[in-house]
């Protein structure tokens, strides 16, 4: 049977980028594999790479040595058939904690050196799942799609084939009335989210069954 991680990196455990990962989770599990969820943010304390080196060094090469939250998930992530990474849109951005993960896991497999680039020799099938507020015909022009790229490139060339998936214009909050925010229109982001985040759900799902 294969194995399927799946990370939530958003902070919020039951919103748009959660249940997405749920979803595609869901997906890779009725096709026939092993699916764990992760959400990040529920995890020990982490950070990112702190440059000590040590995954260049003979005694933990090609492993992130640093011990801390995120040690468990870089194992089981090296030990998977297949990887969901999700993240909402953060400042133009992916998470901190988006963030902290990719940058050890990618790391960990880059070796300066000119004969062998690339130390990972498990290479998977990557699902990039991104929310946004943001309406995704705005994508290109704000530069969303171009940091998409980049994040899509480097996970291929250190991790594996990577999908992307992008849902914008989600809904944020259940209630907008509490909160000054002239620039949306509640009742708009409400109908969508009822017509068009299921059929996100579902695109989700299809694309994490694709990955067994």
Known sequence: MKYIVAVNA???TNWNTAKLVEAAARGAREAGA?????????LEPF????SCFRCKLPESFGRCAV?????????KIRKA?????????????MTAGFRALYE????????????RPNCNEHMIPVLLIHTSNCD?????????????????????RFVGPTKVMICGNTLQVDDYSKYDWTVFDPEEKKSRHEKVFPLKLKEAYELGASLV
């Open 10 to 12: 958003s902070p919020r």
């Open 34 to 42: 092993d699916a764990e969820v992760i959400h990040l943010y529920k």
């Open 81 to 93: 058939d297949g990887l969901i990474l999700g993240s909402p849109n953060y400042l133009s951005e």
């Open 136 to 156: 995704e015909s705005y994508y290109d022009k704000i530069g969303y799609t171009a940091m998409l790229d980049r994040y899509k490139q480097t996970l291929e």
């Open 104 to 115: 050890r896991l990618v790391f960990q497999s880059l070796t300066y050196n000119k004969e």
């Open 47 to 50: 950070k990112g790479c702190i």
């Open 67 to 75: 011990k801390d939250g995120l040690t468990e998930v870089l194992g």
